[in-house]
Nanobody
Framework: QVQLVESGGGLAQPGGSLRVSCAAS????????MGWYRQAPGKERELVAV???????NYGDSVKGRFTISRDNAKNTVSLQMNSLKPEDTAVYYC????????????WGQGTQVTVSS
């Protein structure tokens, strides 16, 4: 079975940092675009960052300049370094694996809570 397991969420102060990671199993993640999405209460899920199978990176506008996504294909992991955190970053963060191929499905992790509060 395919699993994406997030870790590293928790509580941070405004201006602080957190690093969340996602470990994939059941897939060879280097064949997938790997991304982070988040969803805050009462809001739609939004793109945070994605790193493609070729290594190209895109960030959501709200996190540009503050967050950094990276991947380690040998370890089947993807991480998100979050700096200069704001209360608005509070959300459940979800790991995503997208093969970008017709007939193949994407996968989601269960999510990890990130709370930014003083």
């Amino acid at each position: 079975q395919v699993q994406l397991v997030e870790s590293g969420g928790g509580l941070a102060q405004p201006g602080g940092s957190l690093r969340v990671s996602c470990a994939a199993s059941g897939i060879v993640s280097r064949f997938y675009d790997m991304g982070w999405y988040r969803q805050a209460p009462g809001k739609e899920r939004e793109l945070v960052a994605v790193i493609t199978s070729r290594g190209s990176i895109n960030y959501g506008d709200s996190v540009k300049g503050r967050f950094t996504i990276s991947r380690d294909n040998a370890k089947n992991t993807v991480s998100l370094q979050m700096n200069s955190l704001k209360p608005e970053d509070t959300a459940v963060y979800y790991c995503n694996a997208d093969p970008k191929e017709s007939g193949f499905r994407m996968f989601w992790g269960q999510g990890t809570q990130v709370t930014v509060s003083s």
